[in-house]
T-cell receptor
Framework: NAGVTQTPKFRILKIGQSMTLQCTQD?????MYWYRQDPGMGLKLIYY???????DKGEVPNGYNVSRSTTEDFPLRLELAAPSQTSVYFC?????????????FGEGSWLTVV | GDSVTQMEGPVTLSEEAFLTINCTYT??????LFWYVQYPGEGLQLLLK?????DKGSNKGFEATYRKETTSFHLEKGSVQVSDSAVYFC????????????FGKGITLSVRP
């Protein structure tokens, strides 16, 4: 029962490098999300997708890009890593974006930019 | 816009103590309210939820009641265990189209044996 799977779990990047955080879900959810969690703060929404081929910005999209070519996968791309992007990243999914529907989270990806 | 305010932490309790974690919110209409828990090194898990006023969510001995009149959703447990040590997040989802989860800052609970 995999649920939401993120890779890698830990990564150290140098300033200016690029990388992709992978996310896949096996629950056939149409909605997928990327959040970041900074120390002492709640989660902030970076991007979300309501279905394959459709993506939209959340609260803090600058410095990131996403794509949704399949229902299962929702990768997050960092093009020019900056120290401000040091954070824990969570991918999540839900069946519908209706009030009360549960959002399921992956285990997180710890990213450090030095 | 929507917002969630949680009490300041961290909180340290002895095993079997009573727990209350305060959460208040600001939102239009009738949002759904959630408590998520994050155990060390893991992702967030839904602990409980309530979708309308006066609903009580409960799970694993935790309870929270949706209080529209005080815009609150306080989390309680009668007797905490060491295994309850985690970070607890209060969150809401509004009623607007494509509304998303808005989280509080989270509070760390440590339970001593």
């Amino acid at each position: 029962n995999a649920g939401v799977t993120q890779t890698p779990k830990f990564r150290i990047l140098k300033i200016g490098q690029s990388m992709t955080l992978q996310c896949t879900q096996d629950m056939n959810h149409n909605y997928m999300y990327w959040y970041r969690q900074d120390p002492g703060m709640g989660l902030k929404l970076i991007y979300y997708s309501v279905g394959a081929g459709i993506t939209d910005k959340g609260e803090v999209p600058n410095g990131y890009n996403v794509s949704r070519s399949t229902t299962e996968d929702f990768p997050l791309r960092l093009e020019l890593a900056a120290p401000s992007q040091t954070s824990v990243y969570f991918c999540a999914s839900s069946y519908h974006d209706r009030v009360g529907n549960t959002i399921y989270f992956g285990e997180g990806s710890w990213l450090t930019v030095v | 816009g929507d917002s969630v305010t949680q009490m300041e932490g961290p909180v340290t309790l002895s095993e079997e103590a009573f727990l209350t974690i305060n959460c208040t919110y600001t939102a239009t209409g009738y949002p759904s309210l959630f408590w998520y828990v994050q155990y060390p090194g893991e992702g967030l898990q839904l602990l409980l939820k309530a979708t309308k006023a006066d609903d009580k969510g409960s799970n694993k001995g935790f309870e929270a009641t949706y209080r529209k009149e005080t815009t609150s959703f306080h989390l309680e447990k009668g007797s905490v265990q060491v295994s309850d040590s985690a970070v607890y997040f209060c969150a809401l989802r509004g009623t607007g189209a494509n509304s998303k989860l808005t989280f509080g800052k989270g509070i760390t609970l440590s339970v001593r044996p």
